[in-house]
C-alpha cells in the first residue's frame, strides 16, 4: 500500500504550458518534501513544506501544502525542457524514514 | 563542497552471489539512510544509521544487512541476491538522526545501479 499517492504517474506537454502535480495521502504528515530526480541520479530536494496552508515559490514553480496536511501540490508554469525529471513527494511518518510517492514523470518537449 | 559519495556506480552479479555497496556522506553528517529504487517507483527505504547505531529497518528481508563505520561512511550488503533485487540503491546523508531530533534533510547520492542476472 502506497501511503503518498501522486498524480499523474506520466505527463508530456510542450515547451511555455502550465501543469499541476499532485500528491495525496489519508495520513497527516508534519512536513511534505518534494525532490526532483533526472535519469542516473539521486533525486535533489526542491523544496519542504510544514504548515497546513503553506504555499512556497521556487521561480516558476509554486508548491502548496493542503490545510489537513495530507496533500500537496506542484505547480509549473511556462514549462521548459529542462524542468524534464521525476517529481517526487515523500513525508516522514517515523523519525527515521522518507515515504515516497511513486513519483510523476514529466517530460517537456520544445 | 563534495556531496554524497556511493560506489560502484554500476554493477553486474548472478542469483545467489553477495553485494557490497558503499556510501560516504557530506562531511559533518553523521546520519546514513538506504534506499532501494526499482524502475518506474519511488525510492523505499531499507536502513538508516546515526553515530554507528542502527536507528531504522523498513520492511526488507534478512539477507539485507548494513553497518556505519566510524568515520560515518556506510555499506550496505546483500546477500543470495535475487533477480528482484535489481535496482538503484541510494544513499542519504543528514545532519540530525539522534532519537527524538527527526530526519532532517536528506541529500542523496547518485546511486549504485545493481543489476541481478
Known amino acids: 500500500t502506497q501511503l503518498l499517492e501522486q498524480s499523474p504517474q506520466f505527463l508530456s506537454i510542450q515547451e511555455g504550458e502550465n501543469l499541476t502535480v499532485y500528491c495525496n495521502s489519508s495520513s497527516v504528515f508534519s512536513s511534505l518534501q518534494w525532490y526532483r530526480q533526472e535519469p542516473g541520479e539521486g533525486p535533489v530536494l526542491l523544496v519542504t513544506?510544514?504548515?497546513?496552508?503553506e504555499v512556497k515559490k521556487l521561480k516558476r514553480l509554486t508548491f502548496q501544502f493542503g490545510d489537513a496536511r495530507k496533500d500537496s501540490s506542484l505547480h509549473i508554469t511556462a514549462a521548459q525542457p529542462g524542468d524534464t525529471g521525476l517529481y517526487l513527494c515523500?513525508?516522514?511518518?517515523?523519525?527515521?524514514?522518507?515515504?515516497f510517492g511513486k513519483g510523476t514523470s514529466l517530460l517537456v518537449t520544445p | 563542497d563534495a556531496g554524497v559519495t556511493q560506489s560502484p556506480t554500476h554493477l553486474i552479479k548472478t542469483r545467489g552471489q553477495h553485494v557490497t555497496l558503499r556510501c560516504s556522506p557530506i562531511s559533518g553528517h553523521k546520519s546514513v539512510s538506504w534506499y532501494q529504487q526499482v524502475l518506474g517507483q519511488g525510492p523505499q527505504f531499507i536502513f538508516q544509521y546515526y553515530e554507528k547505531e542502527e536507528r531504522g529497518r523498513g520492511n526488507f528481508p534478512d539477507r539485507f544487512s548494513a553497518r556505519q563505520f566510524p568515520n560515518y561512511s556506510s555499506e550496505l550488503n546483500v546477500n543470495a541476491l535475487l533477480l528482484g533485487d535489481s535496482a538503484l540503491y541510494l544513499c542519504a546523508s543528514s545532519l540530525e538522526g539522534g532519537r527524538g531530533l527527526g530526519l532532517g534533510t536528506q541529500y542523496f547520492g547518485p546511486g549504485t545501479r545493481l543489476t541481478v542476472l
Open positions: 513544506v510544514v504548515t497546513g496552508g
Open positions: 515523500a513525508g516522514a511518518l517515523l523519525s527515521y524514514a522518507l515515504n
